[in-house]
């Protein structure tokens, strides 16, 4: 049993290597047939020689001011199958551009230059500067990061002193994935941008080759050159391309000891004596004095700010410039105030940026983040994220004090309030009255201020020099209201166009409390009697209001007895009254008559005998009455 397992196992095996054989070998056939784009062996198939070698001019990249030197180099692929490199080094070929692959034509697989690991070694050896490149058909910036990954894979084990580039052009004859992609000028770019930027990312030297055509018609070579090394195809005896380019491929017809066959041959321009590709930043140059580099060459596309470790400069078209002053932006992105060429970082302070706008600087550099105040011979200012904001006006601060901004400057002539997230302020003459407490009268408005801010919690009575005992309603007095008004430490009181109404003794008509009897200004809650208002006549009073509800006799502490009708004393009432709580009772002008006892004749009840001004239910028989004679009188009733 054990032996039949293992048999099968043994079989297992079997099978599987030979589908794993199966498929590496579909796959490397699959790679093989998609087409590469060096169909003939030359790097810029669709590049025409239009001159003999022998005319060639070496004037240099367009940038005439900084080319010092040129080198002679050469670039391969496996269509030059096995080189003698000694050979190449000893007729004075310094530099070579290996290729390390390509992307197929047709579906775009990614694959190994066969001679690539042999071609960097073998150089190396021989003393020849390496740099490598990767023909590429990529139609998306993904796509270019991915080339950039297969290359930078496959090299870091090996000394590349010179560039890592994408070979960006169509197949021959306009043919090929890149060709049918038709891709936007922009797009190319782009691809050619992301290639450059992945490599660099690595730490190595990204650039771009691509004949004329390509550079002027379907990427943009000067957008590109701003950040990248060029590597121009042009096989001629001079250069017609406009924009500036680091290495010229002049022929693809060169002859060179230990190659068989033709072989592309280039130019390398030397730019002021520098052969690092890393230099980077300011350095002095003998001829021109200091200059802005980039890849080992002056940039002359960076117009701008540039650090060394003796302070920022200023540099227009690569060259320091020591006759500048103004603004100018570094390639971080931060904005500095230079002056006479340097960055004054010994200034804090306004910067004039001309159009009327003004910015505010810290160190010389711009800080678009300060908010708050700033002065020149001119008067003070208030800036917004750096810049002065001409539209501001309201309340800013600085270590003297608060002031009052119009339109962006501080108005000494403003008296008013101000208002921040902190409460609103008593302005005079500009700046924040911080000694000044009591009530102000500010655009027709009184208001209640303490040690220069208005109290906009105050909701009370105010006793102030000015107008006396006011209302403060958040702050301001309320010169409009008239009404009781229930004070929280005063209690209740009359108020007349916004004062208390010392002089009111008097009931008064509240339209949100009702009627309450006044003295002096305040609610009588402590009176209970009949009051005679001068305005009014008499009424029933209760704690201090109107007893409207109260029908029936009462007997005043001070006035005595009296018929009351809805609160007020009915004088105008002279008959017998059935009061509810004294029973009967004869009333003449509204008063309990006491004096009155005799026979009397009710208009509404008819004869009664009255004893003391009370019916007198008690009483039958005979009654003498001193006006009317004898009677007959049963329970009171004649």
């Known amino acids: 049993m054990n032996r039949n397992k293992y048999k099968l196992t043994i079989l297992m095996m079997i099978l599987v290597c030979a589908l794993c054989g199966i498929f590496m070998t579909n796959s490397v056939y699959a790679a093989e047939q998609d087409r590469d784009p060096m169909e003939n062996g030359s790097m810029s198939p669709m590049e025409v020689q239009e001159d003999n070698d022998s005319q060639l001019l070496r004037s240099g990249s367009n940038d005439y001011v900084s080319v010092t030197g040129v080198k002679n180099g050469i670039d391969v692929s496996k269509w030059q199958k096995d080189i003698d490199w000694n050979a190449v080094k000893n007729s004075g070929i310094e530099y070579a551009f290996i290729r390390v692959g390509y992307r197929g034509m047709d579906q775009g697989s990614l694959v190994e230059?066969?001679?690539?690991?042999?071609?960097?070694?073998?150089?190396?050896?021989?003393?020849?500067?390496?740099?490598?490149?990767?023909?590429?058909?990529?139609?998306?910036?993904?796509?270019?990061?991915?080339?950039?990954?297969?290359?930078?894979?496959?090299?870091?084990?090996?000394?590349?002193?010179?560039?890592?580039?994408?070979?960006?052009?169509?197949?021959?004859?306009?043919?090929?994935?890149?060709?049918?992609?038709?891709?936007?000028?922009?797009?190319g770019t782009d691809v050619c941008k992301a290639f450059c930027a992945r490599v660099e990312q690595y730490g190595y030297t990204g650039m771009v080759y691509a004949n004329k055509d390509m550079l002027t018609n379907y990427i943009d070579g000067p957008q590109i050159a701003g950040n990248y090394l060029i590597w121009l195809a042009q096989y001629n005896s001079h250069v017609t391309y406009s924009g500036n380019y680091n290495f010229w491929q002049h022929s693809s017809k060169g002859?060179?000891?230990?190659?068989?066959?033709?072989?592309?041959?280039?130019?390398?321009?030397?730019?002021?004596?520098?052969?690092?590709?890393?230099?980077?930043?300011?350095?002095?140059?003998?001829?021109?004095?200091?200059?802005?580099?980039?890849?080992?060459?002056?940039?002359?596309?960076?117009?701008?700010?540039?650090?060394?470790?003796?302070?920022?400069?200023?540099?227009?078209?690569?060259?320091?410039?020591?006759?500048?002053?103004?603004?100018?932006?570094?390639?971080?992105?931060?904005?500095?105030?230079?002056?006479?060429?340097?960055?004054?970082?010994?200034?804090?302070?306004?910067?004039d940026g001309g159009n009327n706008t003004w910015y505010y600087a810290i160190s010389g550099c711009i800080d678009l983040t300060y908010t708050g105040m700033a002065s020149n011979d001119q008067g003070w200012w208030y800036?917004?994220?750096?810049?002065?904001?001409?539209?501001?006006?309201?309340?800013?601060?600085?270590?003297?004090?608060?002031?009052?901004?119009?339109?962006?400057?501080?108005?000494?002539?403003?008296?008013?309030?101000?208002?921040?997230?902190?409460?609103?302020?008593?302005?005079?003459?500009?700046?924040?009255?911080?000694?000044?407490?009591?009530?102000?009268?500010?655009?027709?408005?009184?208001?209640?201020?303490?040690?220069?801010?208005?109290?906009?919690?105050?909701?009370?009575?105010?006793?102030?020099?000015?107008?006396?005992?006011?209302?403060?309603?958040?702050?301001?007095?309320?010169?409009?209201?008239?009404?009781?008004?229930?004070?929280?430490?005063?209690?209740?009181?009359?108020?007349?166009?916004?004062?208390?109404?010392?002089?009111?003794?008097?009931?008064?008509?509240?339209?949100?409390?009702?009627?309450?009897?006044?003295?002096?200004?305040?609610?009588?809650?402590?009176?209970?009697?009949?009051?005679n208002s001068p305005t009014r006549g008499w009424w029933k009073i209760t704690g201090g209001t109107v007893d409207f509800g109260y029908t029936d006799l009462y007997d005043s502490p001070t006035c005595g007895w009296w018929k009351i009708t809805g609160g007020a004393v009915d004088f105008g009432y002279t008959d017998l009254y059935n009061a509810p709580t004294c029973g009967w009772w004869k009333i003449i002008g509204g008063t309990v008559d006491f004096g009155y006892t005799d026979l009397y004749n009710s208009p509404t009840c008819g004869w009664w005998k009255i004893t003391g001004g009370a019916v007198d239910f008690g009483y039958t028989g005979f009654y003498d009455s001193p006006t009317v004679g004898n009677w007959y009188v049963s329970n009171g009733a004649v």
């Not at 920022?312 to 100018?328: C, E, M, Q, R």
């Not at 006793?463 to 209740?492: A, F, H, K, R």
Request: net charge negative.
């Open 113 to 187: 230059d066969s001679y690539y690991k042999q071609n960097i070694e073998r150089a190396t050896a021989a003393g020849i500067k390496v740099g490598v490149y990767i023909y590429s058909q990529a139609i998306s910036t993904a796509e270019a990061e991915e080339e950039a990954e297969f290359i930078v894979s496959r090299i870091r084990n090996y000394n590349i002193t010179m560039p890592v580039v994408i070979d960006y052009e169509f197949g021959n004859g306009m043919t090929g994935r890149l060709a049918n992609a038709h891709l936007s000028k922009q797009a």
């Open 255 to 351: 002859s060179v000891s230990g190659i068989d066959g033709n072989v592309d041959l280039d130019y390398w321009y030397i730019k002021d004596g520098i052969e690092d590709f890393s230099v980077e930043g300011l350095y002095y140059n003998s001829n021109i004095g200091w200059a802005y580099y980039k890849n080992g060459s002056i940039d002359t596309s960076f117009t701008g700010v540039a650090y060394n470790q003796s302070g920022k400069w200023y540099v227009k078209n690569g060259i320091l410039d020591t006759s500048f002053s103004g603004l100018a932006c570094a390639k971080d992105g931060k904005w500095y105030y230079v002056k006479n060429g340097q960055v004054d970082e010994s200034y804090t302070g306004m910067v």
């Open 383 to 531: 800036y917004s994220d750096g810049v002065l904001n001409w539209h501001y006006t309201g309340m800013a601060n600085n270590d003297q004090g608060w002031w009052y901004y119009t339109d962006g400057n501080i108005n000494w002539n403003y008296t008013g309030l101000g208002r921040n997230e902190n409460g609103t302020w008593y302005y005079e003459n500009g700046q924040i009255n911080w000694s000044f407490s009591g009530l102000k009268k500010l655009d027709n408005n009184w208001w209640l201020i303490s040690s220069g801010q208005v109290l906009t919690s105050y909701n009370d009575l105010y006793n102030s020099s000015e107008l006396g005992w006011v209302v403060i309603m958040n702050g301001q007095v309320n010169l409009n209201y008239n009404d009781l008004y229930n004070s929280p430490t005063c209690g209740w009181w009359k108020i007349t166009d916004g004062t208390v109404d010392f002089g009111y003794t008097d009931l008064y008509d509240s339209p949100t409390c009702g009627w309450w009897k006044i003295t002096g200004g305040a609610v009588d809650f402590g009176y209970t009697d009949l009051y």
